[in-house]
């Protein structure tokens, strides 16, 4: 009997039954219970509480784990230059391959065009709807503008207020410099600080096993929630639009992200999906970067065998500034609402709408539907209106699950990126992928 076989199933296989069994039983008793108020009490007093308690203790370690994960980073890299260089590529990485899903996602809209399709009496009668939480989405986006100001807000005027906060880039900027300074210390000032930040890292680790530990539970719960309030209903309205996002975010996942997974490390597509299966699951139940960041880590550090120092530095960034599929969607549905109110995007425009979708792609919080008020935001710069967004937000839950699978496998593969450019070692083969290969070259 094998060492798996003892342990029972895998983590991932138990998310993975978890996600499952959550979406048929929401489909079911959304079909048969829709309106009835036992159903209504279940989705908010059962599955929303267990499933926020497992995000919940997600987001707990997030603060610490990136603190941890950048100070110990920056210091294990030592020489500032060489933080600086690999800090460059890492941003020119985060730049590069938001644009690539971008212009897919235009590319798509334009072809098939979807808006063209959706009935006059659907659009209003899902304008009606969702008119509130699209009020409220357009005041958030006004309350957002971007300028000089916006890098200055950077610079944290208190890195505890930031982290309360949930300022990400606040919390990074402090720990950067942080990492930086100690890495200038004489080794006998920073080596007991250094020990006690690692101390605390093995801690959040220990935390986080006790979070995934929830993870069947939590991600069934979730799952139920969503698909028990809305089961097909509205996906069937917009379906057209649905999927051809979904399409547009598998074509830059496998055709771009694997394929550059596949140069950079030689792995084939299929062993490399393979290696990251329970990072996707993660991502896709809990809807939020953030949220997966921890695996993320350590799928990179066990999975391929980036370097610690690579891996802590170069995610963390990531899960607040390197959003592929949040890039794709915002380009697709600026695209789509403007088709649907009958606005003309030149090519131009469109221009402007991939470099927008790209930088506030890079703002938006790792968390779920994050990017929904900075997307109001472009779509009143190019003469949509913000209002428009109450057409998607029905189906939004959906595509955020889906949007978060190449956000995140993204930040892996700028991990291997960064590894491989440095001239480190990763893991090209398992040794189960090795063994398998030999005894089929031996039956052969």
Request: glycine share 10%; proline share 4%; charged share 15%.
């Amino acid at each position: 009997m094998s060492k798996k076989e003892k342990k029972g199933f895998a983590l991932h296989t138990k998310i993975l039954a978890g996600l499952v069994a959550g979406a048929v039983a929401g489909i079911a008793s959304n079909a048969l219970w829709q309106d009835a108020p036992a159903l209504t009490w279940v989705v908010d007093n059962v599955a929303q509480p267990i499933g926020q308690i497992f995000l919940r203790m997600l987001f707990m370690v997030v603060v610490p784990l990136v603190f941890t994960s950048i100070a110990l980073g920056v210091t294990s890299i030592g020489d500032v230059r060489k933080v600086g260089r690999i800090g460059g590529k890492t941003l020119g990485f985060f730049v590069g391959t938001p644009t690539l899903a971008v212009v897919i996602g235009l590319l798509l809209v334009n072809i098939v065009q979807p808006g063209h399709a959706i009935d006059p009496a659907v659009r209003s009668a899902l304008l009606d709807t969702y008119a509130a939480d699209a009020a409220s989405k357009v005041d958030a986006a006004a309350s957002t503008s971007f300028g000089i100001n916006t890098f200055v807000n950077i610079v944290p005027r208190n890195p505890l207020d930031s982290a309360a906060r949930g300022d990400m880039l606040g919390l990074i900027f402090f720990t950067l410099v942080f990492g930086i300074a100690l890495a200038k210390l004489p080794e006998s000032v920073s080596r007991p600080v250094i020990k006690v930040i690692e101390g605390v890292g093995e801690a959040v680790g220990v935390m986080i096993g006790f979070a995934m530990k929830l993870a069947p539970i939590g991600v069934t719960a979730l799952i139920f929630g969503v698909t028990a309030r809305f089961g097909f209903d509205v996906v069937q309205s917009l379906g057209l639009y649905v999927v051809m996002v979904l399409v547009g975010l598998t074509l830059h996942l496998v055709g771009v992200i694997g394929t550059l997974a596949r140069m950079i490390t030689g792995i084939r597509h299929a062993d490399f999906f393979r290696r990251i299966r329970a990072l996707i699951v993660t991502a896709f139940s809990t809807s939020s970067s953030n949220a997966t960041l921890p695996t993320t880590i350590r799928t990179a550090q066990e999975e391929f065998g980036v370097p610690r120092q690579v891996a802590g530095f170069v995610i963390p960034l990531g899960a607040t500034l390197n959003m592929n599929g949040t890039a794709l969607f915002e380009g697709m549905t600026v695209l789509f609402l403007a088709q649907v109110f009958g606005v003309d995007l030149s090519l131009g425009t469109q221009a402007i709408v991939i470099v927008m979708s790209v930088i506030t792609a890079i703002g938006v919080a790792g968390v779920p539907s994050g990017s929904i008020p900075l997307l109001v935001m472009v779509l009143e710069m190019v003469g949509v209106p913000g209002e428009g967004i109450a057409l998607i937000l029905g189906v939004d839950r959906i595509l955020d699950m889906a949007r978060t699978v190449p956000n995140v496998t993204s930040d892996l593969l700028t991990s291997l990126f960064i590894t491989k450019s440095e001239g480190m070692e990763f893991f090209a083969e398992t040794a189960e992928e090795a063994e398998a290969e030999a005894v089929a070259a031996t039956t052969a």
